[in-house]
């Protein structure tokens, strides 16, 4: 169960990776600008992982309340989800913002 919302959220976030590596097409194509995208995006799944499962180890489990054992378990699958979510939006944006320094448009 631990890695059940990471799998769960997988497919949205290689979308989120192939957008970063596919956009914008304005930007040149170089050696150089393929090794940081494919360094961020590896850094970002990582990190992504990463915070899933400490949100996971972080998640309180509840005690036995009013409507049985399992109740309120459900944020131990919600908050990996979420930190593994931000994790990754806050490293590709931040590789978003240094690509965009070192590649930018030229005049």
């Not at 990776?17 to 393929?34: F, G, Q």
């Amino acid at each position: 169960m631990r890695y059940l919302a990471f799998v769960l959220l997988a497919p949205w976030l290689l979308i989120l990776c192939w957008a970063y590596w596919a956009y914008p097409k304005s930007l040149p194509r170089t050696s150089a600008r393929r090794g940081f995208d494919a360094a961020a995006v590896l850094i970002a799944l990582a990190a992504a992982a990463k915070a899933a499962l400490l949100g996971f180890d972080t998640a309180l489990r509840p005690s036995i309340g009013q409507f049985g054992r399992g109740s309120g378990g459900i944020w131990q699958q919600v908050l990996p989800a979420l930190y593994g979510y931000g994790a990754l939006l806050l490293v590709l944006a931040l590789a978003l913002g240094l690509r965009w320094i070192l590649w930018g448009r030229r005049r």
